[in-house]
């Protein structure tokens, strides 16, 4: 329970941590702890990240003169005790106000927080240029920047540390060490910190040293002292410093201390009421991650040159330590560092092997180049399974909804959206075997449906749309997770206006069947795409464009393109009319 002492009752600002002693920090951050751990346990989220910065927060706050002074947050999935300190205590403290504040900076919520931030490995960046539009204003103040060491994998963290030490003017770079990404850290400078902790900061073998850096190191980044005084001495620096802060991850809670990976993000009510972790009494189920690692390990026993590839994020795949252990020397992470991870795959289908992109639909984006160049370009026959692609209520940072718009406009990339479990287990199997082109399959998020027959589709010939009712007047295509939509609204079309629609799988996002579609023109006045995604540069526009010069009426439905943040899923679809009723509606007024 928290202290009979309460400290945090008497801070609601920064400044209020002005007039504290040490003593008095440390009581601090036992509450600010407390109540993080109560917070993520009953919303989900990230527990051990906030946990292990603590300290760090109060000392940052409690040397620096924010919001003049700009701390910038990389991932910003640490920010939790940021928000405390900074006027947003009552998302901690009041159950009712859990949902109020966002689980990453929004300037829109506190004027402390300068930026928008959820991908990571991009606060050197974002302060090399807040350092430097401070000096072309001829302003004066301090520029942090809050690295961790897993971001520090990424490329834009490195471009940014890199530009940073040859700014010649105030910023100052916090590397936070707690030797782990979301799993394991993975690459060579993870080497160099580890020697770093090793000898206390004093290995000639130094990083930011060869960089240019004044570098400070700080032993142990959850002691508020030793941090107060190593920020006191960097304060006001006229130079590039760097401080290597080694902290722990999951601090303050056991089990997070002892299963980092597991506790770096987690479900509501992971813990008990004695914050151990609650028993699951569940069994297994199959579901397309299952059949996923069912289908590596299988092919696997058959073929040594298969590999699985992904950035830091085996958790979103299932990929389990103990799963990783059976892949062995056949799994690759390679850290944060997706723009890595398609070339590198790119080059293993180049040259022979039997490559298997894994990536979550969010981060696509941060490989887009690599995707087109070094991928498509050069038509590497690998095979890139998207993940969490669909419209979705996550936080604005972390939306799934772009990956057709992206990934289907690139030359040479064939895109497949399974809409049932055999389908999925027969495209798996063509990538694999298939040396052509680039494959990506869009891994289903709806719940696994089976039709018990083994899908012998011949997926080699491109763009050939499954033909699944003959109907006339109106023709559904029900893109990926959005067939089975299609499939209730055919049937509501019968009861409704006693018309036997047509209903097609479209199977392939990035091409269309013209032959099928030509064929619709002769008794067909409507045709509806629904799509789990993006309507701008999505699926349905090529239809859409398809039909330009015809009489054919053609209504597409999915996502306008924003950024929603947290918006509850139903209230998504209604908005976005992808609802059998609004359908219905629409349709009523074309007929």
Request: proline residues 4%; negative net charge.
């Amino acid at each position: 329970m928290i202290t009979e002492t309460n400290v945090l009752d008497k801070v609601n600002f920064p400044s209020d941590l002005k007039s504290l002693s040490f003593e008095e920090m440390n009581l601090l951050a036992q509450e600010m702890r407390e109540l993080i751990i109560k917070k993520v346990n009953a919303t989900g989220g990230h527990m051990s990240p906030n946990l292990g910065i603590v300290e760090a927060t109060i000392a940052m706050h409690y040397v620096f003169d924010t919001p003049k002074d700009k701390i910038i947050f990389d991932v910003s999935h640490q920010c939790y005790p940021h928000k405390i300190l900074t006027g947003r205590k009552s998302g901690f403290t009041n159950p009712d106000e859990y949902w109020t504040y966002t689980g990453y900076t929004a300037p829109e919520e506190s004027e402390y927080d300068l930026f928008k931030v959820g991908h990571t490995s991009t606060a050197a960046s974002l302060a090399c240029g807040v350092a430097k539009a401070r000096d072309l204003k001829g302003e004066n103040y301090n520029v942090i920047a809050l690295v961790g060491d897993g971001s520090l994998t990424g490329g834009e963290a490195l471009e940014g540390i890199d530009n940073g030490a040859i700014l010649g003017s105030n910023i100052i770079m916090i590397i936070n060490d707690n030797d782990m990404s979301i799993a394991e850290n993975h690459g060579g400078i993870c080497s160099n910190l580890k020697l770093l902790r090793d000898t206390n900061g004093a290995a000639e073998c130094n990083f930011f040293k060869a960089l240019g850096y004044d570098y400070y190191y700080v032993a142990d980044g959850n002691d508020i002292k030793q941090l107060v005084e190593t920020f006191n001495k960097v304060k006001d620096t006229d130079h590039p410093v760097l401080v290597h802060i080694c902290t722990q991850k999951g601090k303050g809670l056991k089990p997070a201390e002892e299963n980092k990976e597991m506790f770096h993000w987690i479900m509501p009510n992971t813990l008990d009421e004695n914050n151990e972790i609650a028993k699951i009494d569940a069994q297994p189920q199959e579901s397309y991650t299952s059949i996923t690692k069912d289908f590596f390990l299988n092919k696997l026993s058959q073929d040594k040159t298969l590999c699985v590839i992904n950035a830091a994020t085996p958790g979103v795949f299932g990929f389990t330590p103990d799963y990783r252990a059976k892949l062995g020397k056949n799994y690759t992470d390679v850290g944060i560092c997706e723009e890595h991870e398609t070339a590198y795959a790119s080059a293993l289908a180049k040259m022979g092997a039997k490559p298997f992109l894994c990536i979550m639909s969010s981060f696509v984006q941060r490989t887009y180049d690599q995707m087109s160049q070094d991928l498509c370009l050069n038509n590497s026959p690998l095979t890139i399974l998207v993940y969490w692609g669909g419209i979705s209520s996550a936080d604005a940072t972390h939306l799934c909804s772009f990956d057709i718009s992206l990934l289907s406009n690139i030359p040479n990339l064939v895109y497949l959206a399974p809409t049932n479990k055999e389908e999925y287990i027969g495209m798996l199997e063509f990538a694999y075997k298939q040396n052509e082109y680039p494959i990506a399959i869009r891994v289903p998020t709806i719940e696994l449906t089976s039709v018990g027959i083994a899908d012998t589709t011949d997926y080699s010939i491109l763009n050939k749309f499954k033909l699944a009712e003959s109907g006339e007047q109106i023709a559904i295509i029900g893109a990926g997770n959005f067939f089975n939509l299609a499939k209730e609204v055919k049937e509501a079309i019968k009861n409704k206006f006693n018309i036997n629609a047509t209903l097609i799988n479209p199977v392939y996002l990035t091409g269309v069947d013209e032959e099928l579609l030509n064929s619709l023109k002769s008794n067909h006045k409507i045709v509806i795409t629904l799509e789990d995604g993006q309507l701008d540069g999505g699926f349905g526009e090529k239809i859409t464009r398809f039909y330009g010069t015809s009489d054919m009426k053609v209504i597409n439905y999915g996502a306008t393109k924003e950024f929603p943040d947290r918006v509850p899923l139903d209230e998504l679809y209604a908005k976005y009319r992808l609802t059998k009723d609004a359908i219905l509606e629409d349709i009523g007024k074309l007929l």
